[in-house]
């Protein structure tokens, strides 16, 4: 159809890609998984600042395993200081 | 093996092997009307409604609440199921990812009345001449056996119910004929007076070794097939969130955000049995389904915000619970691109029977189409 035409030119690429298996955590129950790679990131841009890109990458990886809600409660503990994490 | 199958073939019907699909539009008309009514106003085609089904299920002579009228999709200038007008706004959009889809006429009755995979051009005009043998991907009323593989797990699932299938056969009339021969011999016409037979070495050894061979036979593929479902060792392309709500799931597709603000996240609720449309499926249709690209390695991360609940799609041949607090992971690769239905499988309350899942494998190309479509 002419819209879907439209659409398919204007857009940017999608590239399917998102985080990787970790061999920390193999089995079934990746809680932890999802923890790790947000303490990861936020660790990463104590260390590199926040400007910094090579951080982004952390983000993504978190973004893809941790649902929404969890990311956003974990931002609100983290601005309130209250985090249990080791950050 | 070729009796079992002989017997499966026969018994055992499958809808792939003598149902067309319209033996299964036929099945689908024939279930009664009006027994489930939602009292919203919200037409189910908005895209984050938020629906209660408090009120699903009407008694006898039960005065409900004052039901709307719900918005139906104009039908103007169409008769019966000809018409691409009466496909419905779910399959329209199916037919927006299928991008490179040409679909002739007469094949309005194939899509109409069941979900087909895309068939090559030549085999597509001879569907207009054969009816065409659908996938069974949906359950069929009074199913007993599988529903069709799409997955090697699953086709690996029920290879192995075949095979220890054989082995419960063979027991089974073993053990029958051991135990109606004692009946028989031992009866107390023939036997006035009972034996005392207190202890035998040699039997005794034998039906302890024999079934543990059998046992053996039994869990060596059993545990390979086992084992062979957690492969973590590849890394998939694609990560999806599914979240059981009571009693909705929602998704997230967020391998393509930019900030924690930004999501790909929609909200999957039933259609009711009033609003469905013709061809669709009762209890399993859904307004928002979950679209994955097909021959591509998924990871699917189960949870859930208030209750258990379970992803269960068995197509797919994946059962997974969803447990507040936890995230659980399943690994998949689907083989054929077609539509394939589930549903919530760990007793989640009141509407537990009225969350199912919807799964729309399309190629590639279509899949970058739909991200795309959604994430701007």
């Not at chain 2, 009664?32 to 408090?54: A, D, K, V, W």
């Not at chain 2, 002579?61 to 918005?71: D, E, H, L, Q, Y």
């Not at chain 2, 009323?141 to 699932?157: E, H, K, S, V, Y």
């Not at chain 2, 999957?268 to 013709?278: A, H, V």
Request: contains cysteine; hydrophobic residues 40%.
């Amino acid at each position: 159809s002419f819209y879907h035409w439209l659409f398919a030119h204007t857009t940017s690429e999608i590239e399917l890609k998102t985080a990787p298996a970790d061999f920390r955590f193999p089995t079934t129950n990746q809680t932890r998984h999802c923890f790790t790679r947000y303490i990861e990131f936020h660790r990463c841009l104590a260390a590199k600042g926040e400007n910094s890109g090579e951080c982004e990458r952390f983000a993504k990886y978190y973004r893809s395993l941790c649902p929404g809600e969890w990311v956003e409660r974990w931002n609100e503990q983290r601005e309130n200081g209250t985090f249990p994490g080791p950050l | 093996m070729g009796l079992l199958s002989c017997f499966r073939s026969t018994v055992l019907r499958k809808c792939s092997k003598g149902s067309s699909g319209m033996s299964r539009f036929l099945y689908t008309n024939n279930f009664q009307r009006n027994l489930i009514s939602s009292g919203g106003n919200e037409s189910y085609y908005g895209y984050f409604n938020r629906r209660s089904y408090t009120s699903l299920y009407m008694g006898t002579g039960t005065v409900g609440g004052i039901t709307s009228a719900r918005i139906r999709v104009p039908n103007v200038g169409c008769e019966g199921f000809m018409c691409s007008s009466h496909l419905s706004i779910t399959q329209r959009n199916s037919r927006l990812i299928h991008s490179t889809s040409k679909i002739v006429p007469n094949s309005e009755i194939q899509n109409i009345t069941t979900e087909m995979v895309k068939t090559p051009e030549v085999s597509r005009w001879m569907d207009q001449v054969i009816p065409t043998i659908a996938p069974c991907d949906a359950a069929e009323p009074w199913q007993l056996g599988f529903q069709d593989a799409a997955t090697p797990i699953m086709q690996g699932i029920i290879d192995l119910h075949h095979d220890i299938f054989f082995f419960v056969i063979q027991i089974g009339v073993f053990v029958s004929w051991v135990l109606l021969r004692a009946l028989w011999h031992f009866r107390s016409k023939m036997n006035p007076i009972p034996q005392r037979i207190v202890h035998g070495t040699t039997i005794e050894i034998l039906w302890t070794i024999f079934p543990s061979v059998i046992l053996m036979f039994i869990a060596i593929p059993s545990f390979a097939l086992l084992y062979s479902m957690d492969d973590i060792v590849v890394d998939p392309a694609i990560t999806i969130k599914a979240i059981g709500h009571q009693w909705y799931w929602t998704y997230e597709y967020s391998d393509y955000n930019n900030s924690d603000e930004q999501s790909l996240a929609f909200d999957s609720y039933m259609i009711p049995e009033d609003d469905l449309e013709l061809g669709q499926l009762r209890l399993l249709e859904v307004d928002n389904r979950v679209v994955v690209p097909a021959k591509t390695h998924l990871r699917v991360i189960i949870t859930s915000a208030d209750v258990l609940h379970s992803w269960a799609v068995p197509s797919l041949g994946v059962k997974c619970d969803a447990v507040p607090g936890r995230l659980n992971q399943i690994s998949t690769f689907i083989q054929r691109e077609g539509v394939y239905y589930g549903q919530c499988s760990e007793i989640c309350g009141t509407n537990h029977a009225f969350m199912p899942i919807v799964i729309e494998a399309v190629s590639t190309k279509d899949y970058g189409s739909w991200v795309s479509s959604q994430v701007n």
